[in-house]
Every structure is written in structure tokens, then in C-alpha cells.
């Protein structure tokens, strides 16, 4: 059972996204009924006066932070004020505008490009800040780890509970499918689609395909996120600790990008080859979580990466008209 009461009212941060909707859709079917929502044009996050007003008009409950402005290597790369600039702004405007309306519970959503680049592996919890980060995404992951911090301070100053989870590579419905900013899977999904649409013999994809990432479900990532929540307690301090509190959530294996990429050829039914563009950065060579602490407290993943992508796809297909501009 949950600590807090369904039918108190949450408040879902960034639920247009990726994770947000999957979480809201999921939040809806344990049949809560006063979820909050607003979309870009009604609430500004980046602005703390707006933000502030809002909260204290609905003072919610329950917070769960999913709102965030992400993107892939190549958007990292060409994007760094913004990516840093705008996490940032939405982290301490959301975290501290709870706080500041009464919300004693809050759920903080990272991303597993905090570790370090050469971070042991699996990426323990223990790893955060003992080693430089990947260049091509720094900015961002200083941003998601100061989220992680601001959670800690307010805990350890206030005594409210505010929990982060660090999501592996997420995949999956409501994606981001733009050609140049996404992330790998529908990056690829997307490019292999075309190719075949066009005829074309081969496909280029960025790097020597050696590097290893792990891929999870976002309908298992929300999963995960509203188990996290319902965790009581005393068991998630025992799990974590006031200085590193956070939890990381993926399936524990990992695929190359090369294996990823035939993969998904033969989910879209392209024929044509792979051209493997090793002018193109890799980014870190391997990045799989150790998700030993949240195993210990009872979740683990059910959907795998193969099925995973095969409905990602159909979706795709099903919604591939909202992307046409793009």
C-alpha cells in the first residue's frame, strides 16, 4: 500500500513526456483521482514566480518531478547552456516551491549519465561524484546530480521526503523521435524506418557500435518510480542513506550498439547494410546500473528490450504522422 493517501492530490511535473505520461497513465489506473497537471503554455517552470503561485494555489500532496529538457549526444553537444540553464531552473523551482507550499513527499527523476565516465561497472550509488563525467553530456548530468543534492538538503534541513531515482536509457511510447536530438533507440527506429521507406542500400550510425548501454521500458521505469514512492519509510533510509539517497532503476544487462542496431533492423524490416560512422563520438564505453538496492526492496523489470522495442516501433507507426514536420 501506498504511504499517502491516492485520493490526495499529486501533482505531476512534465506529464507530456516520456516518463510523465507513462507515470500519469499508470497513476490514473490505481485510480487516483486528483492528479494536477499543466502543460508548458499554462505553467512555465523556468519561472519562479509562476511556479510559486502555482503551488501554493493547489498545494499538492505528492510531487513527481519528471519534467526535464533532455535530449541525445547530439543535442547535448550543440545545447549546453540550455540543458544545464533549464534543468536547473525547473529542479530548484519545483523542489523548493513544494517545500515552500507544505508538500511533505517528492519524487525526483534523474538519469544514469550522473556517474562518472570510467565509473566501475555496474554503476553502484556509491559512484556519484568520485570521477569526471562524459563530456558530451556534462552540463546535464551536473544538473540531475544537483537535483539529487537539493533532495538531500531539504530532507536532511526539513525533514520531508523527497526521493530520486536514476533511471538506465529510457525507451518507449510519447518518445522523442526528432532526427537530430533524440535519443539512440528512436533515433535509430526512426532512420531505419525511413531508409526502408526510401529504398536505401545502407544506414550510417554514429560510433564503432562497441559501446554498451542498458535500455529500460518506460512503462517499467513509471512502475518502478510509484513502487519507489510507496516504499515506507523506514525501509527506503535503510536501503539509502541521508547523504546518498538515491536509487538506481534499469534491468541490469546491457546490449552494444551494434547489437541494439541489428536488432532494430530487423524490427522495422529494413534490408539494407550498416555503415558504422567512426568519426562520431561513442560517448561513455559502458553504462550499466547495479540495481542491487532496489531488487533488495522487491522490484524487478518485466519487459524485455525485444518486445520492448517491437511495440515502441508499432507505436511509432501508429503516431509517426505528429513527427512528419520534424
Not at 533511471?167 to 535509430?188: C, K, M, Q, R, W
Not at 550510425?205 to 517499467?220: N, P
Request: glycine letters at 8%; aromatic letters at 8%; hydrophobic letters at 40%.
Amino acid at each position: 500500500m501506498f504511504e499517502f493517501d491516492l485520493q490526495q492530490k499529486i501533482y505531476v511535473a512534465g506529464h507530456r513526456g516520456m516518463v510523465g505520461s507513462a507515470i500519469l497513465q499508470q497513476l490514473q489506473a490505481l485510480g487516483c483521482g486528483n492528479v494536477v497537471t499543466r502543460d508548458r503554455a499554462e505553467l512555465d517552470l523556468t519561472n519562479q514566480a509562476a511556479v510559486s503561485d502555482f503551488m501554493q494555489r493547489e498545494k499538492p500532496h505528492c510531487v513527481v518531478l519528471a519534467a526535464a529538457r533532455v535530449g541525445g549526444i547530439h543535442a547535448n553537444n550543440v545545447y549546453p547552456a540550455e540543458f544545464i540553464y533549464q534543468n536547473l531552473m525547473i529542479e530548484c523551482n519545483i523542489i523548493h516551491q513544494a517545500w515552500a507550499a507544505g508538500c511533505q513527499k517528492l519524487l525526483f527523476l534523474g538519469s544514469s549519465c550522473i556517474y562518472p565516465k570510467l565509473a566501475p561497472q555496474p554503476m553502484a550509488e556509491s559512484a556519484l561524484l568520485t570521477g569526471p563525467l562524459e563530456p558530451t553530456n556534462e552540463p546535464y548530468a551536473i544538473a540531475k546530480i544537483s537535483g539529487i543534492k537539493i533532495c538531500e538538503s531539504y530532507n536532511r534541513q526539513y525533514g520531508v521526503d523527497y526521493r530520486s531515482v536514476m533511471p538506465t536509457n529510457l525507451y518507449g511510447p510519447n518518445d522523442n523521435f526528432h532526427p537530430e536530438n533524440s535519443h539512440v533507440i528512436p533515433a535509430l527506429l526512426r532512420k531505419f524506418h525511413q531508409a526502408k521507406l526510401d529504398a536505401a542500400p545502407s544506414v550510417s550510425v554514429w560510433g564503432s557500435g562497441a559501446a554498451k548501454r542498458e535500455f529500460l521500458h518506460v512503462d517499467d521505469m513509471a512502475a518502478a518510480s510509484l513502487y519507489v514512492l510507496q516504499i515506507d519509510a523506514a525501509a527506503y533510509q535503510a536501503a539509502t542513506s541521508p547523504m546518498q539517497s538515491h536509487i538506481n532503476v534499469g534491468t541490469g544487462e546491457d546490449v552494444s550498439i551494434r547489437e541494439l542496431a541489428e536488432t532494430i533492423r530487423l524490427v522495422t524490416g529494413y534490408p539494407g547494410e550498416i555503415d558504422w560512422d567512426s568519426s562520431k563520438p561513442d560517448g561513455a564505453p559502458r553504462k550499466l546500473m547495479d540495481i542491487g538496492k532496489l531488487h533488495g526492496l522487491g522490484w524487478r523489470a518485466k519487459i524485455s528490450l525485444a518486445d520492448g522495442l517491437a511495440s515502441t516501433y508499432q507505436w511509432f507507426l501508429q503516431h509517426q504522422d505528429r513527427f512528419k514536420s520534424q
